[in-house]
C-alpha cells in the first residue's frame, strides 16, 4: 500500500484556519485520498476524500496538489471541537487494496480557545 | 439510515479467557466489514474484513479469528486471551461498491 507522512503534531487558535498537509509521493493513479479523524475514545470519523480535484463539504475542504503527490486539509474556522487526530489515507480502488484503509500515526491538532 | 452497533464498550478479562466482541450494522445490505485494533492511543491496524457471508481475510497472524455468520453482522473471537491482545477494537463498515468507513464506538479491551 502507499504510503502518507503527516507531521506529528499541530496547533492553532480557536476560529482560525488549519492547514493540515500529507504527503504521498507514491500514490498511484486509481488511489483516492482519503481523510478521518478521530476524537478522544471514539472511533475514527470520515471527513472527506478526493481523487484528483479539490473537493468541500460542510466539514472541510480537501485541496490536492496537480501531480497528486500532496494533499492538504483545510478547516476554514476551527473550533475546539476540531481537536482530534487526523489521518490522511490512501484508498485502493482495486486489485488486493480494495476497500481497505491503511491507517497511519496521523496529526494531533490541538485548538487553543 | 445506516447505523453500527459494537458491544460491550469496555471489557476487563484474565488472560487465557474466551473473547466475543459484536458487531451488527443496520439499514444496508452487503456491506464490507471491517475488524480493527488500535493500541497506545494511535495507529488502527487492520485485524480482518469481509466482503460478504463467510468470507474472511486475515491482515496479520494473531491470535484472534473472526466470524461473519449473517450479513450485517461481524464477530471477533479469541479462544485464549494474552496480555498483548489489549487494545481498544473496532468495527466498520463500508458500501461494497462505494467509499467511506462509518467506524462503531469501539471496545476498549483490558487483559489482566
Known amino acids: 500500500d502507499a504510503k502518507t507522512t503527516q507531521p506529528n503534531s499541530m496547533e492553532s487558535n480557536e476560529e482560525e484556519p488549519v492547514h493540515l498537509p500529507c504527503n504521498h509521493s507514491?500514490?498511484?493513479?486509481?488511489?483516492?485520498i482519503h481523510w478521518y479523524r478521530q476524537l478522544p475514545s471514539q472511533g475514527p470519523e470520515y471527513v472527506i476524500h478526493?481523487?484528483?480535484s479539490n473537493v468541500n463539504n460542510r466539514m472541510a475542504s480537501l485541496a490536492i496538489a496537480e501531480d497528486r503527490k500532496s494533499s492538504t486539509l483545510i478547516l476554514h474556522r476551527a473550533t475546539l471541537r476540531d481537536a482530534a487526530v487526523y489521518y490522511c489515507?490512501?484508498?485502493?480502488?482495486?486489485?488486493?487494496?480494495?476497500?481497505?484503509?491503511?491507517f497511519g500515526q496521523g496529526t494531533i491538532l490541538t485548538v487553543h480557545p | 439510515s445506516q447505523t453500527i452497533h459494537q458491544w460491550p464498550a469496555t471489557l476487563v478479562q484474565p488472560v487465557g479467557s474466551p473473547l466475543s466482541l459484536e458487531c451488527t450494522v443496520e439499514?444496508?445490505?452487503?456491506?464490507?466489514l471491517y475488524w480493527y485494533r488500535q493500541a497506545a492511543g494511535r495507529g488502527l491496524q487492520l485485524l480482518f474484513y469481509?466482503?460478504?457471508?463467510?468470507?474472511i481475510s486475515s491482515e496479520v497472524p494473531q491470535n484472534l479469528s473472526a466470524s461473519r455468520p449473517q450479513d450485517r453482522q461481524f464477530i471477533l473471537s479469541s479462544k485464549k486471551l494474552l496480555l498483548s491482545d489489549s487494545g481498544f477494537y473496532l468495527c466498520?463498515?463500508?458500501?461494497?461498491?462505494?467509499?467511506?468507513?462509518?467506524f462503531g464506538s469501539g471496545t476498549r479491551l483490558t487483559v489482566v
Open positions: 466498520a463498515w463500508s458500501p461494497f461498491n462505494g467509499y467511506g468507513y462509518t
Open positions: 507514491t500514490i498511484s493513479g486509481t488511489d483516492y
Open positions: 478526493g481523487l484528483t
Open positions: 489515507i490512501l484508498r485502493g480502488a482495486g486489485g488486493t487494496s480494495y476497500g481497505k484503509l491503511t
Open positions: 439499514g444496508t445490505s452487503n456491506p464490507n
Open positions: 469481509s466482503v460478504g457471508i463467510g468470507q
